[in-house]
């Protein structure tokens, strides 16, 4: 296989399996994005069919009374936009210098642009991007070291990776559930794992991605 380095040219045999909600005991769903008051943000939790049983088996990894808890799945290309668009003000708000190229790659290291390119759309527009994190067996969340959607160098997966302590054991303990699981993580945020989907393949030495674009959920057609 010739070796790939960028995402958008991994090619893509989807599957066209169907968007489910995630329902098991030890998983729990809140969109974010929703409860944020986004414009058009789903009200429920979608990711793929095979995406939504590795989380079950993820889920069913963590310590006894253990859960996790999912923030988001499918986002439809209007969200995508609005948040790329909104993180894009913000960084020109304090980076008013930047301009073109510069600007487009510091937002999508975090916000992946609203591409309508059936060849590489965004990975949460193919139902195998998830972003969550743990919580414990009273209902809290576990200690990652910043909230979610913090957009800083501390959200990087192994920015306490030299920082012995209870953000280090909670990130690698997401990390190695999800691993476990078959998921991939993308090393710019904790919360963030993909399976199936371009991301992912890239990753973990695929030959293509199981994921294309998804089907609008009944939700939002």
Known sequence: MTQIRDWRHVPIDDNREPLVTPAHERIVCQPAYARQGI????????VREE???????????????????????FRPDHVQRGLYEAFEASILSKNPELTGPALR???????SYPSEDLSAPAPHATGGAVDLTILDENGRE?????AFDDFSELARTDAFHDKPGDVQESRKLLLAVMEAAGFSNYIEEWWHFDYGNQWWALRTGQEAAVYGKAAVPEEVQ
Not at 39 to 46: D, M, R, S, V
């Open 51 to 73: 995406t939504a049983d590795r989380l079950y088996t993820a889920a069913s990894l963590l310590p006894e009374g253990y859960r996790l808890l999912i923030w988001d799945g």
């Open 142 to 146: 576990l200690p990652m070291g910043t």
């Open 39 to 46: 414009e058009g943000a789903l009200q429920h939790i979608y």
């Open 105 to 111: 790659e510091k937002v999508t290291t975090y916000v």
